[in-house]
């Protein structure tokens, strides 16, 4: 290739990332400050209702692993049938994708709302009272929108897998807006706290998978739904279960690891607990533009893998790992000579303010190079179909690194610090593990198609 050709071709790749990337980070932006507006509102009702929902959130997001996993699994073959330019492929993954999100979805939505109550009791034997009444409340309103959620989930993967991420911010803007509007009407202004809160969702998640429906349902798309979504094609679902199958396992452990740990900051004093509840928080802004990156990098590795371009595919993950980290430094930059001021708007006491100011300037210094490596790097592995080998890595590390160093060095009267120390101990072990994966070539002969 001419020297010529080769800029003209790296504008062009550029040109497209930027295009993927942009609203993708205008979406994360919307999520985290939309999640803050909505802690505030719900706060508002008193502590026994944010308390509620936090747990009962806890509950969710280890119930939602199944479809979430199998939307994520059909978003990455579909990417790889694109790359190939095999458009019935691609239209066949998004049908049976739909379908087996929609069928685990609602098994899942039924088994919790039958049983809610002693699901509740058997996770939470002490929590009793009122707190138990508005836990039941939001987790039934949680469990009958999971089909909704499932729809929407699995369709901004669709949408992501053929680079429409402008068409994913509007729907998410728009959801974002409803949940607000659904929150301020039924919470603040008709006083229904918790059931609110559940029915604010719900709706918010409705809309969210209309909107992507109707989206996906345009046969002017590169990526459609066929009417009706059948017939079943049993070979697509196994390369789904492929993909979806080791991140939902993954997933689960990751997320039982860290209410392992959650165990132990909840022997910590109060002050502890909110630094470090304040520092996840803060943390999340930081982590905005690299979160989009690592979506931008699932299509885009994705369809160079399906179309036979592995150099193209290990290129783009480099110049997309190079690009979280040099957004990340800037966000860590802005948090650590702004942390005071920021750290101020949360009202904590002085005790916690000074072990949060702690947490995030350390979080900043090692944030820069080993989370990108640590979270972004599998995403390209994934994209690529290499599921197993990032599974097995990022469980060994969670759970013979993170959970393990999170006990020993508590016992060493670090506190939550130790906690924190622990996780940076995890990113760099399974960074260094996933770079060498990297290197080699095995991670490019997985391809799915």
């Known amino acids: 290739m001419s020297k010529e050709s080769f800029q003209t071709t790296q504008k062009r790749q550029n040109k497209r990332v930027w295009s993927l990337l942009v609203p993708m980070i205008v979406e994360q932006i919307a999520n985290v400050v939309v999640a803050f507006i909505n802690a505030i509102m719900v706060s508002g009702v008193g502590e026994t209702a944010l308390s509620a929902i936090s747990l009962?959130?806890?509950?969710?997001?280890?119930?939602?692993?199944?479809?979430?996993?199998?939307?994520?699994?059909?978003g990455i073959l579909a990417a790889q049938y694109l790359g190939s330019k095999d458009k019935i492929g691609a239209r066949r993954t998004?049908?049976?994708?739909?379908?087996?999100?929609?069928?685990?979805?609602?098994?899942?939505?039924?088994?919790?709302?039958?049983?809610?109550?002693?699901?509740?009791?058997?996770?939470?034997?002490?929590?009793?009272?009122?707190?138990?009444?508005?836990?039941?409340?939001?987790?039934?309103?949680?469990?009958?929108?999971?089909?909704?959620?499932?729809?929407?989930?699995?369709?901004?993967?669709?949408?992501?897998?053929?680079?429409?991420?402008?068409?994913?911010?509007?729907?998410?803007?728009?959801?974002?807006?409803?949940?607000?509007?659904?929150?301020?009407?039924?919470?603040?202004?008709?006083?229904?706290?918790?059931?609110?809160?559940?029915?604010?969702?719900?709706?918010?998640?409705?809309?969210?998978?209309?909107?992507?429906?109707?989206?996906?349902c345009d046969k002017r798309r590169p990526l459609h739904y066929s009417r009706p979504l059948i017939p079943l094609d049993v070979a697509t679902g196994r390369r789904i279960l492929r993909v979806a199958v080791p991140s939902g396992v993954e997933n689960l452990l990751f997320l039982l690891a860290k209410l392992a740990i959650g165990t132990i900051i909840a022997t910590f004093?109060?002050?502890?607990?909110?630094?470090?509840?304040?520092?996840?928080?803060?943390?999340?802004?930081?982590n905005i533009p690299s979160s989009a990156i690592n979506l931008a990098m699932m299509t885009i590795v994705g369809?160079?893998?399906?179309?036979?371009?592995?150099?193209?595919a290990r290129s783009s993950t480099k110049r997309l790992l190079r690009l979280s980290m040099l957004l990340k430094f800037v966000m860590c930059l802005l948090m650590f000579i702004g942390v005071h001021p920021i750290i101020g708007l949360l009202s904590l006491s002085s005790q916690a303010h000074m072990e949060t100011t702690r947490i995030l300037r350390l979080y900043c210094l090692m944030s820069v190079v080993f989370e990108p490596l640590s979270f972004g790097l599998p995403c390209a592995l994934r994209a690529a179909g290499?599921?197993?080998?990032?599974?097995?890595?990022?469980?060994?590390?969670?759970?013979?690194?993170?959970?393990?160093?999170?006990?020993?060095?508590?016992?060493?009267?670090?506190?939550?610090?130790?906690?924190?120390?622990?996780?940076?101990?995890?990113?760099?072990?399974?960074?260094?593990?996933?770079?060498?994966?990297?290197?080699?070539?095995?991670?490019?002969?997985?391809?799915?198609?």
């Not at 997001?61 to 199944?66: A, H, R």
């Not at 369809?303 to 193209?312: C, L, N, S």
């Not at 969670?398 to 999170?406: A, I, N």
Request: with cysteine; aromatic share 8%; net charge positive.
């Open 386 to 449: 290499d599921t197993k080998n990032t599974m097995y890595i990022s469980i060994a590390s969670v759970f013979l690194v993170r959970t393990v160093f999170s006990f020993v060095l508590v016992q060493f009267g670090l506190g939550v610090h130790g906690i924190w120390l622990a996780m940076y101990m995890d990113w760099i072990t399974r960074g260094a593990l996933f770079m060498l994966r990297f290197r080699g070539n095995k991670w490019l002969e997985k391809a799915l198609v």
């Open 269 to 286: 004093p109060g002050a502890m607990i909110a630094a470090n509840a304040a520092a996840n928080t803060l943390s999340g802004f930081i």
């Open 303 to 312: 369809q160079a893998v399906g179309a036979g371009r592995t150099q193209e």
């Open 94 to 216: 998004a049908n049976l994708t739909a379908i087996m999100v929609l069928g685990a979805s609602v098994v899942i939505a039924a088994v919790t709302c039958l049983f809610h109550m002693p699901l509740l009791h058997t996770i939470y034997p002490s929590v009793t009272g009122i707190t138990m009444t508005y836990c039941a409340q939001y987790l039934l309103w949680t469990a009958a929108s999971f089909p909704l959620m499932a729809l929407h989930s699995a369709g901004v993967g669709l949408l992501y897998a053929e680079g429409s991420s402008r068409a994913s911010m509007y729907v998410t803007l728009a959801v974002n807006a409803v949940k607000i509007l659904g929150n301020q009407v039924l919470i603040s202004n008709m006083g229904l706290a918790v059931v609110g809160a559940g029915a604010a969702t719900l709706l918010s998640r409705a809309v969210g998978a209309i909107l992507v429906t109707v989206l996906l």
């Open 56 to 74: 009962v959130d806890t509950i969710t997001l280890v119930l939602v692993q199944l479809f979430t996993a199998i939307g994520a699994g059909g």
